[in-house]
């Protein structure tokens, strides 16, 4: 990973890449990665927007898709949308 992080949030997309997001220690992150297990490497991706608030966001993804943009959905906070396009 280029960014390092713990309690983030993992998916398996249906091409086998790995979706990770998140990750609240060393710091609040909202930063986006997907390994490539087909060629080793780490992809950095548009940040998800986060509201400006005090609240901690918490949950579990349920699902990523493969779409263009790929849409995050979570357990706590219902859809999340990458408004740049992954």
Same mark, same amino acid.
């Given at each position: 990973?280029? &960014?390092?992080?713990?309690? $983030? @949030? #993992?998916? *398996?997309?249906? +091409?086998?890449? *790995?979706? *990770?997001?998140?990750? &609240?220690?060393?710091?609040? #992150?909202?930063?986006? &990665?997907? $390994?490539?297990?087909?060629?080793?490497?780490?992809?950095?991706? +548009?940040?998800?927007?986060?509201?400006?608030?005090?609240?901690?966001?918490? =949950?579990?993804?349920?699902?990523? @898709?493969?779409?263009?943009?790929?849409?995050?959905?979570? @357990? @706590?906070? =219902?859809?999340?949308?990458? *408004?740049?396009?992954?």
């Amino acid at each position: 990973m280029h &960014e390092q992080r713990q309690f $983030y @949030s #993992s998916a *398996v997309l249906p +091409d086998g890449r *790995v979706f *990770v997001i998140g990750g &609240e220690h060393p710091k609040f #992150s909202n930063t986006v &990665e997907i $390994y490539n297990p087909a060629t080793g490497a780490w992809t950095t991706q +548009d940040p998800i927007p986060t509201p400006v608030t005090n609240a901690f966001l918490n =949950g579990f993804v349920t699902n990523a @898709s493969t779409t263009t943009p790929i849409t995050i959905t979570t @357990s @706590s906070t =219902g859809m999340l949308q990458n *408004v740049h396009g992954l």
